[in-house]
């Protein structure tokens, strides 16, 4: 694969990352707003719901992926130090691992028990 051809991939799949973190962060984010000041057990009882806790982890997976493209374009256009780069884009990837991973655990984890 050359590199017009990652470029071209890279770019729609963060299109579609976007499209994606809409339809399902806007409803995330009024199911917040709906219950910021509810307690844990309440907060639990809504994640226990598969209807919930799915997509939340789909978002958080698409945050992650469009986060990992984006900041890597970011250290592409921004740094010129080639060992630099490489260091910064390897803490980039580790980062949005960790989180996507941690993150989907802990709401599996919610969602399941």
Not at 71 to 79: P, R, S, V
Not at 84 to 108: H, P
Request: charged share 15%; hydrophobic share 55%; net charge positive.
């Amino acid at each position: 694969m050359n590199n017009k051809s990652i470029g071209t991939n890279n770019f729609i799949a963060q299109r579609l990352t976007a499209v994606i973190n809409l339809i399902i962060g806007i409803p995330a984010f009024i199911i917040f707003l709906i219950f910021y000041d509810k307690g844990y057990p309440i907060i639990k009882d809504l994640m226990a719901k598969e209807h919930i806790w799915i997509p939340m982890v789909i978002y958080i997976l698409s945050l992650s992926y469009h986060m990992k493209i984006g900041m890597g374009h970011m250290l592409d256009d921004y740094f010129d130090n080639i060992r630099l780069k490489g260091f910064l884009s390897a803490l980039n990837r580790l980062y949005v691992y960790l989180v996507a991973l941690f993150s989907s655990i802990s709401l599996i984890i919610l969602g399941m028990f």
